[in-house]
């Protein structure tokens, strides 16, 4: 049942009525029940839009998309679900047993479907911003954390040529918007709960590396010492007791290929690399280091062929690197390391 008036509770085949597969519907039906999302207008719209740097002209198609309830409800259901998740979310840490991303959207959806999931994040950024405020959180920190989603946008209609955020599975966004992760200097952060089945333990933080360029180890240091200084500050009900990053940076095979003293092997030694361990899907790490490391389209899933390795520009060591090991038979792995803070 919806817990306010006039809203209706999710349709149990909402993901099939959609275009989706049975386990995307079941993503679905953990949404907690609907509620108003409380859109604004066009022009209150446009301003959250700039605050998230999305690009002129993806404004204007959102704007064109923007989902009806009564022209719309299978899309207006989707919405106010997503909305009523991350307001659930919102301000509290990662909890120990993750998050799982939204459903992509089908390719055949049209223009709302495609936006709507931008439309749900930019629903509670007010929300964010009150939740920001309380901690005495700076604007500016909000802002370049906020930022990413239109940097998502970008890359979205540049990979796919359709615009929106429905064809990239999102992840990162959703925890922006409801508080857990935020951008501090050249890394981004999520506040995370350590647990070991018994409750929650204690508090890390995951770093990732946007792919906004070199990854300098000097400002990556910076970064991190900033962070810790942050969060003892803004979240002391959040103590920190440890850095983690799961990443193809951290795969030790990268070793093999490139210089002892590149950037990306520099920021391996910083972590204690955790034991691997395989997935059922041996391309996963593939087709992740492609897209977030390489910048270029992937399959959703499948191994990449020889025809997604002759889209790789041979322009830089790691390219090359990605290349020769996938057709030598080897594949790249996600790695954790993990930093344990002296408290």
């Not at 719309?72 to 799982?100: F, N």
């Not at 909000?142 to 615009?163: F, K, N, P, Q, W």
């Not at 951290?250 to 395989?278: A, K, M, T």
Request: glycine letters at 8%; aromatic letters at 6%.
């Amino acid at each position: 049942m919806s817990t306010e008036p006039n809203v209706p509770a999710l349709p149990a085949d909402l993901g099939l009525r959609l275009g989706m597969d049975a386990l995307a519907n079941q993503r679905l039906q953990q949404l907690p029940s609907p509620i108003d999302p409380r859109l604004v207008d066009d022009f209150a719209a446009r301003d959250l839009m700039e605050f998230c740097s999305i690009a002129p002209e993806d404004q204007v198609a959102m704007l064109e998309a923007r989902p009806d309830p009564d022209r719309d409800p299978d899309w207006w259901s989707l919405l106010s679900g997503c909305v009523a998740e991350l307001r659930a979310r919102m301000d509290k840490p990662l909890p120990s047993g993750g998050y799982v991303a939204w459903p992509l959207i089908p390719g055949q959806a049209g223009p709302v479907g495609m936006f709507v999931y931008v439309w749900a994040l930019l629903a509670v950024v007010p929300n964010l911003l009150d939740v920001h405020q309380r901690r005495g959180i700076p604007e500016a920190v909000t802002r370049d954390t906020v930022a990413a989603l239109g940097l998502v946008m970008t890359a979205h209609a540049e990979s796919c040529g359709i615009r929106g955020v429905g064809l990239f599975p999102l992840w990162g966004p959703p925890q922006r918007m409801c508080g857990v992760d935020l951008t501090i200097g050249r890394h981004d952060f999520t506040r995370a709960e350590i647990g070991f089945g018994d409750g929650v333990a204690g508090y890390a933080l995951q770093v990732h590396i946007p792919p906004s360029g070199r990854l300098d180890e000097a400002e990556s240091i910076t970064s991190i010492s900033q962070v810790l200084e942050f969060f003892a500050k803004h979240y002391p009900d959040h103590p920190v007791s440890a850095l983690v990053c799961k990443s193809w940076i951290l795969d030790p095979q990268l070793g093999g290929y490139l210089s002892p003293e590149s950037n990306l092997l520099r920021f391996q030694r910083r972590f204690r690399l955790l034991p691997h361990v395989p997935l059922d899907d041996v391309s996963e790490g593939d087709r992740e280091m492609m897209r977030l490391g390489l910048q270029l389209q992937v399959p959703a899933d499948g191994p990449l062929t020889e025809d997604d390795l002759r889209r790789v520009p041979a322009d830089t060591t790691l390219h090359r690197a990605f290349v020769s090991h996938l057709r030598s038979g080897g594949h790249w792995h996600k790695r954790t390391g993990i930093v344990w803070l002296d408290r």
